[in-house]
């Protein structure tokens, strides 16, 4: 058996430590808001937080992630998150929406970490997700929009 | 769920609904047998809480046609937006066909065009039935009520919501042809409502296939061919089932299927199976050897256009001519191939998001043995198609039901494809050639043009083959015989090759090429006849092309256009028709070094009445995110055995954010019916990306990607 913190909960699990946190979560979990996209850490729409760092849940052995806390989109709390969902709704940024869960992940991450970010800054943290239907215009005016949401 | 009554109540949670059925003619009508009766169709659902919920009969796959045919219901009931709702429409031909095919699917740019008359009248009958049922209960004339934002009300101060005479309403004589509103009354068509799948696709909860899990489902990969049109020879599983969690493996006819108790295993066991190829009859061709062949093709071209004097190109002054290489492209959506299916007792259900539910529910059908009504499927947004899960030939809802019987017994399966199997699995936009040829007299005027294209045709060997005449299939040549430029005698001609490789339409289908060959040929030939490339393009558009010249002269305004270079930029301009839209579109590139940094991209668009301005924003720039893709960086290759040469988004290499253009998109105002958004962003954009570069460099852009030419 692993143990496993998700969303704040402690969990027991009997999979083989070699599994990719992103099938453990979606096959075991049933956290489906994260996504498969390439499974190399190529795209970016498995995104989950690793003790707070957004991180590649398709590449990641859950035998890595043992003591560490996982935290998926459904278990995201606080202002960033909510300022970012809030201006993806508003900017209407998804299309198929299949990426989008990864960019809000790596867009909260950004804003943790930088409250103001320039362009070139959302460039450098948004970088590795992909977004086949290139909404990527609406991303970067989404983030800027939380960003001022923040500042109140 | 019974609704092909003509009007029926379901219990729903909330209360009573009424489901409105509605008798709907289609006018346009492909196909079908002429002169049947009026077929019902069922599209909104009126709960007891208000809530209006639209049945949408088109895929939902990021074009937005969840918000958009909401729109026109919403519209027409004087609905208030905050309380329309959208679920998709199951598959079933004879209540949600696509009125520009005539059977069930969506595709070709066609969701709000064919649906713009039939979705307002049936908002316009649902209104007409609550006012019914409304003037009955308080004893007024049907005329003295008026309905605004979803609230009937009465002078006498009498009011209420659309729940309260949901099922009343019900009861009401449906009226067979309601009058619509006048254009200049509408209150939502026209405006930026927000889109309804947002909140949803932004927190994690949108349902997509991936996220279904059933009662003792096994998820299933494949083992493809390596090289297309290769057969299993013999195979070994011994390893695969020892993998803990491979419960089983099973040959299906297009490989090798391992079924596990989650998807790692599967993947794992896969990994583990020994598999011998037969590979007599595979591709074996190189990407350059196929294009040789092509060469050769298009010495015996059939033509599919003439017009003006055979001989003109043999008397010009001037003979131009340029040839123009386009490689097979995968369309990669986010979400790979997957679907759930589950079989009891003589029956199946899926659940995917499948795009052409009448070509798919007959082979799942022909394929487990069971009539077609004994198949539902349940449609699931998908997360981007571009053309992939359009297919004519059913592929993958064959394969899907040829895993659940397979497996022997009855069940549920979940088949995914990975990211590899989608790169490598086929189903391309058509690798293509392109010759073109045009002679310019002694002033310079162009007197002739010819364009020959070889490629493989998408509909030939499918269920769609019959829409082609002659055995011509215009998907491979369209954009390339209905010039609006005035260039003389032309000659339009086209070669079939064919090749195991299966192909696909891919985001504007024919377009994608014949709009580059053209856009790019002319701009040379204008250059060489001394003339600016937007002024010279509008000297060559007729008189009768008034939305041509409409959006090239708005686009030339809104970007100030000023000649091919300015400032160490180059300056680049393409112009394309495709589903029934008009594009025009102007590029500003830097010099990246081998590669052009695209900066700026201005879009004028008309389609006709725009529902929805923000959601053609949106279309226009990703379609502009996408096609630049595909001219910097996309290509499959096939090296000498036929294997591919690209696997993942390493080697198929997409476009990330970094990379996209300031988009700047003019909508031109119309009174015309909606025609397509979500493919003629794209066709404009690779050629003036490479009208652009040329401008900037002096390097012609002859094949794509620009990724790949000679540094």
Known sequence: MLTLSVNGRDLSLDVDPDTPLLWVLRDELRLTGTKFGCGMAQCGACTVMLDGLPTRSCVTPVGSATGARVTTIEGMRGREIEAVQAAWAAIDVPQCGWCQSGQVMSATALLRETPRPSDADIDRAMSGNLCRCATYLRIRQAIHAAARTLEG | ?711
Not at chain 2, 173 to 198: C, H, M, W, Y
Not at chain 2, 538 to 558: I, M, N, Q, S, Y
Not at chain 2, 565 to 579: C, H, I, M, P, Q
């Open chain 2, 1 to 711: 769920m019974p609704i092909l009554s003509r009007r029926n109540f379901l219990s729903a949670g909330a209360g009573f609904t009424l489901l409105l059925v509605l008798p709907v003619r289609s006018g346009r009508t492909q196909g079908g047998p002429p002169g049947l009766p009026a077929t019902p169709n069922a599209f909104i659902r009126v709960g007891a809480d208000d809530t209006v919920t639209v049945i949408i009969k088109h895929l939902e796959m990021g074009q937005g046609p969840y918000t958009g045919l909401a729109t026109l219901v919403a519209e027409e009931m004087d609905a208030d937006w905050s309380q329309i709702r959208a679920e998709a429409a199951h598959a079933d031909d004879a209540l949600y066909r696509n009125l520009a095919f005539g059977v069930q699917g969506t595709g070709g740019s066609t969701a709000i065009a064919n649906s713009y008359i039939q979705m307002r009248k049936a908002g316009a009958a649902a209104r007409a039935m609550l006012v019914a049922a409304a003037a009955a209960d308080w004893g007024v004339h049907p005329s003295e009520i008026t309905v605004r934002a979803g609230r009937l009300s009465h002078p006498s101060g009498r009011e209420a919501g659309f729940g309260t005479f949901a099922a009343a309403a019900a009861g009401m004589e449906v009226p067979q042809d309601p009058p619509l509103k006048d254009p200049a009354d509408f209150v939502l068509i026209g405006t930026n409502v927000p889109r309804l799948d947002s909140a949803a696709k932004a927190n994690g909860t949108a349902e997509f296939t991936l996220d279904l899990y059933r009662e003792g489902m096994l998820t299933v990969v494949v083992a493809h061919p390596p090289a297309f049109g290769a057969t299993v020879a013999s195979w070994d599983d011994a390893a695969a089932l020892k993998v803990r969690g491979v419960e089983m493996v099973r040959q299906i006819p297009s490989g090798i299927a391992v079924y596990a108790r989650n998807t790692f295993a599967a993947i794992k066991g896969r990994e583990a199976l020994q598999i011998q190829w037969e590979e007599a009859k595979a591709e074996r061709r190189s990407t350059a050897e196929m294009f040789e062949d092509m060469s050769e093709a298009l010495e015996g071209a059939r033509v599919v256009e003439q017009s003006g004097e055979a001989d003109a190109l043999d008397g010009a002054a001037e003979l131009l001519e340029a040839e123009y290489r386009f490689p097979y492209l995968a369309h990669a959506p986010m979400e790979p191939l997957d679907a759930v299916i589950e079989v009891t007792d003589g029956r199946a259900q899926l659940w995917y998001g499948c795009q052409f539910p009448a070509i798919d529910r007959p082979i799942v059908a022909q394929t487990l043995g069971l009539a077609t009504d004994a198949v539902r499927i349940n449609v699931l947004f998908a997360g981007g198609s571009f053309g992939r899960r359009a297919q004519g030939d059913g592929h993958f809802a064959a394969e899907v039901a040829h895993v659940a019987q397979a497996a022997g017994r009855d069940g549920a399966f979940k088949l995914l494809w990975t990211r590899e199997d989608d790169i490598r699995g086929g189903y391309y936009r058509p690798a293509t050639l392109h010759r073109l040829r045009a002679g310019l007299d002694a002033e310079g005027r162009i007197v002739g043009w010819e364009n020959r294209i070889a490629n493989q045709s998408i509909m030939a060997g499918t269920a769609l083959e019959a829409f082609m005449q002659n055995g011509l299939d215009p998907s491979s040549y369209e954009g390339s015989n209905d010039l609006p430029y005035a260039v003389g005698a032309r000659r339009i001609a086209w070669a079939r090759v064919d090749s195991p490789v299966p192909v696909l339409w891919w985001r504007s289908v024919g377009h994608t090429h014949t709009a580059f060959a053209v856009e790019v040929f002319l701009d040379e030939v204008l250059e060489r006849a001394g003339k600016d490339p937007v002024r010279g393009r509008l000297e060559l558009l007729g008189p009768e092309a008034t939305r041509h010249r409409a959006v090239l002269e708005k686009v030339a305004e809104f970007a100030d256009w000023k000649g091919r270079t300015r400032e160490g930029r180059g300056y680049g301009v393409a112009l394309a028709k495709s589903f029934g839209s008009h594009v025009a579109q102007i590029v500003e590139v830097e010099n990246g070094g081998s590669l052009p940094r695209v900066t700026q991209v201005w879009c004028a668009i008309d389609c006709g009445v725009a529902v929805n301005p923000d959601i053609i924003r949106a279309q226009m720039e990703g379609g502009i995110g996408y096609a630049l893709s595909a001219a910097l960086y996309g290509a499959i290759t096939l090296d000498g055995t036929g294997r591919v040469q690209q696997s993942n988004f390493d080697s198929y290499r997409l476009l990330r954010i970094e990379e996209m253009p300031q988009v700047h998109v003019a909508i031109l105002p119309s009174a015309e019916p909606p025609t397509g958004v979500g493919e003629p962003g794209v066709p404009p954009l690779g050629p003036a990306v490479a009208n652009a570069w040329r401008a900037l460099t002096g390097r012609p852009v002859r094949q794509l990607p620009l990724a790949q030419l000679p540094a």
